[in-house]
């Protein structure tokens, strides 16, 4: 049987579901996308006539919203309305780990997917193929399936005659390069049984996907996959990271050995930047997924295996504070620093685990004050994940006059004046901006002796040293 999908819904307008939904309205103008969401102000924004106030920094997804956003791609909270029309259902809710409970630390907290599954047993019209796009732990498509099909068993509503297929179509996008992964996807995996929902999924990616890179496996396989793939991937940056502390230790430059094991083509050349820990809402959250199912499963070696990736990024981001401090004589208190970065990668305005986030909050902690520049994170971004509310009034007091501010922080859009009088700029995202800086300008600003620590490798060395600044870089200890 072939059905030719006409109407989609996806619940959830996050930095899935957006960029997602948008890259498919685009390459398929004969299908109507619908993007439903709870949370209203969220909507507005995808809705905003001016682009730079999209909820998702992506470069190149402001074009594609222009060129799809009420024409066949469209933003609401109508979230009956849009399920009861949608032949398939993505669900693209967030699945944070659990705080509480069984589980808590580890397990994902599915309460946002299960609420998802309940909505479309109870809107849905006709046969609705849902689809599983969120970063799951494994089975959870089964969980869906049973609330969908107890739902129809149970129900006298008469919504009841609907029947459901459950695909898993795990995402594979990184942020930052979104557009480029959903247009040019290494693979496109699509995980289930049910032939019919199969190749009705794989004809809307037909559209642009050579048919090569679509991918069939088992419902659990896919589910695996995801997971499995994030963690080979946090893995090598933990790996890098790891020895790049050893370069530090003992005069080799990461960089150097980066490049002669990335020409080993079995190891390959990509995912080997030593940096200041991977961040993101994927890794950590998908690896200690995989801690909490190996050790469901009584594999505890397994679990303990892949738990160390994640104890070493925590142990490695926390080395860069403590390593700025003693840098520092010792000691920050009442010490002007400079962040350069807070996104957790550049070219996104997420902040999910970033580093920045566990190094600013050890800073203030000891006292410090921070000028934080990102060209595109907001304040009330950074005072959410610092816990602490930005100071605006430390912007209007005479740098000198700073030190009775231990422990507060400020958004500073100009690096000259986040640079005055400070101690060290610290650079935690790589943005290609900050590759770019007048450092002889700069060093005038600082008070010396002055250090940069540059944890992601980005700037001019030479430069730096030639204006007199102290230089310390991420995995090198040739400086
Ligand atoms: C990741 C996966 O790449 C993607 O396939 C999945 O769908 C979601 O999770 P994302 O978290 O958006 O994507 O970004 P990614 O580029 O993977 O980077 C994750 C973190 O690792 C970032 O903090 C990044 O700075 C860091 N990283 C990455 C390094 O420190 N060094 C590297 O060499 C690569
Ligand atoms: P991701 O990175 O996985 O896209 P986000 O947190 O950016 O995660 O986005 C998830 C979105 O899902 C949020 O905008 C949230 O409001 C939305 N959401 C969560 N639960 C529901 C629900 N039951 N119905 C509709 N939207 C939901």
Not at 90 to 104: C, H, L, R, Y
Not at 311 to 335: A, D, E, M, Y
Not at 350 to 363: G, M, Q, V
Not at 453 to 475: P, Y
Request: negative net charge.
């Amino acid at each position: 049987m072939r059905t030719q999908i006409k109407n989609i819904c996806c619940i959830g307008a996050g930095y899935v579901g957006g960029p997602t939904m948008a890259v498919i309205a685009d390459k398929c103008p004969h299908i109507k996308v619908n993007v439903v969401d709870i949370n209203l102000e969220r909507i507005e924004a995808w809705n905003s006539d001016d682009l730079n106030k999209l909820p998702v920094f992506e470069p190149g997804l402001d074009e594609i919203i222009k060129r799809t956003r009420c024409k066949n791609l469209n933003f609401s909270c109508d979230i009956e309305e849009k399920i009861r029309e949608a032949q398939m259902v993505f669900i693209s809710v967030n699945t944070p780990t659990k705080i509480k409970g069984v589980g808590a630390g580890q397990a994902s907290d599915l309460k946002y997917v299960e609420a998802c599954a309940r909505q479309v047993a109870k809107y849905a019209k006709g046969h609705t193929i849902v689809i599983e796009k969120s970063t799951l732990p494994v089975k959870t498509a089964e969980v869906i399936k049973t609330i969908l099909e107890d739902y129809q068993m149970f129900s006298t509503n008469d919504n009841a005659k609907a029947t459901f297929d459950v695909l898993s179509n795990p995402e594979f996008l990184a942020e930052g390069t979104a557009i480029n992964d959903l247009e040019n996807p290494d693979r496109v995996l699509i995980g289930g049984q049910n032939e019919f929902a199969i190749n009705a999924l794989s004809q809307i990616y037909s559209n642009w996907v050579p048919k090569n890179k679509i991918l069939h496996t088992n419902i659990w396989s896919s589910e695996l996959a995801k997971l499995t793939s994030n963690a080979f991937l946090a893995q090598r940056v933990s790996s890098i990271n790891a020895i790049g502390a050893l370069c530090e230790a003992t005069g080799a430059d990461v960089k150097e050995v980066a490049r002669a094991i990335g020409t080993d083509s079995r190891i390959g050349s990509r995912f080997l930047d030593a940096g200041p820990g991977f961040g993101g809402s994927c890794f950590k959250k998908d690896i200690l997924n995989l801690v909490y199912l190996s050790k469901h499963f009584g594999l505890v070696e397994v679990a303990n295996f892949w738990e160390v990736v994640v104890s070493l990024n925590n142990w490695h981001q926390h080395r860069i504070s403590r390593l700025v401090v003693k840098n520092l004589f010792g000691t920050v208190t009442g010490k002007k620093i400079c962040i350069l970065g807070f996104a957790f990668k550049a070219n996104t305005n997420d902040t999910r685990e970033s580093a920045a986030i566990n190094i600013c909050k050890d800073l203030l902690e000891e006292g410090a004050i921070l000028f934080i520049n990102d060209p595109k994170v907001v304040p009330e971004q950074i005072s959410k994940d610092l816990l602490v509310n930005e100071n605006k009034t430390l912007k209007s007091i005479e740098s000198q006059n700073l030190f009775n501010y231990e422990g507060s922080w400020c958004s500073e859009d100009n690096l000259e004046i986040a640079a005055s009088n400070a101690d060290a700029i610290i650079v935690l995202t790589e943005w290609d901006e900050y590759s770019k800086i007048d450092w002889d300008l700069i060093s005038k600003k600082m008070r010396k002796p002055a250090w940069v620590f540059d944890a992601r490798s980005v700037i001019d060395e030479k430069k730096v040293l030639a204006a007199d600044l102290n230089l310390w870089k991420v995995g090198n200890g040739s400086i």
